[in-house]
């Protein structure tokens, strides 16, 4: 079983819909979350990123993370054509430096007009 | 501001052949960490430079080397390659003791 469970979808929605994507995962040390979108032929970009349980807003998007169940979300809100991407969450145990993030495979998000 | 460069594209080699990559961080961000990107694996951790010093390694066979320079640049060198050695190779930095990562665009490495 891998340490963090990401389903590769594609998930295919219309624009102005709302998104939910989810993560799972079985270290009950990791206390850094985190949710990259990676464009074709790019690197990821970091989106956003949480410490513990809770919920973090930035404008359309919202993280949610779950730590009682091991399970963390991220919600785009108004979705456009221009996040059609894909969606990788990332995880780390260490305060302070990050050392590595264990990532999920990605979720591939298309936005369709 | 400029992002992580990493060099070259993309690179062509053969089976058995040597690879090196390289990566320029983010001015001002001391760490570089190397990730492996292939198709339906996801990104895995391959090694973490700070300050010149390897400080943590993925799981991935002795072959896998690098090093930083002073500048705080980083290469990737790939040893006897192997097909299955054909992925992306991302590059990241971070400033010292944060974990916002921060990654360049990649060097595509196809091994026939």
């Known amino acids: 079983q891998k340490e963090v469970e990401q389903d590769p979808g594609p998930l295919s929605v219309p624009e102005g819909a709302i998104v939910s994507l989810n993560c799972t995962y079985s270290n009950s040390a990791f206390q850094y979350f985190m949710w990259y979108r990676q464009y074709s032929r790019k690197g990821p970009e970091l989106l956003m990123y949480t410490y513990s349980s809770g919920n973090k807003e930035d404008g359309r998007f919202t993280a949610q993370v779950d730590k009682s169940s091991k399970y963390i979300s991220l919600f785009i809100r108004d979705s456009q054509p221009s996040d059609s991407a894909t969606y990788l969450c990332a995880m780390s145990a260490l305060a302070g430096t990050a050392s590595k993030l264990t990532f999920g495979t990605g979720t591939r998000l298309q936005v369709t007009l | 501001e400029a992002g992580v460069t990493q060099s070259p594209t993309h690179l062509i080699k053969t089976r058995g052949q040597q690879a090196t990559l390289r990566c320029s961080p983010i001015s001002g961000h001391t760490s570089v960490y190397w990730y492996q990107q292939a198709l339906g694996l996801g990104l895995q951790f391959l090694l973490w430079?700070?300050?010149?010093?390897?400080?943590n390694r993925g799981n991935f066979p002795p072959r896998f080397s690098g090093r930083q320079f002073p500048n705080y640049s980083s290469e990737l060198n790939v040893n006897a390659l192997e097909l299955e050695d054909s992925a992306l190779y991302l590059c990241?930095?971070?400033?010292?003791?944060?974990?916002?990562?921060?990654f360049g665009p990649g060097t595509r490495l196809t091994v026939t």
């Open positions: 430079y700070d300050e010149g010093e390897e400080r």
């Open positions: 990241a930095s971070s400033l010292p003791d944060s974990y916002e990562q921060y």
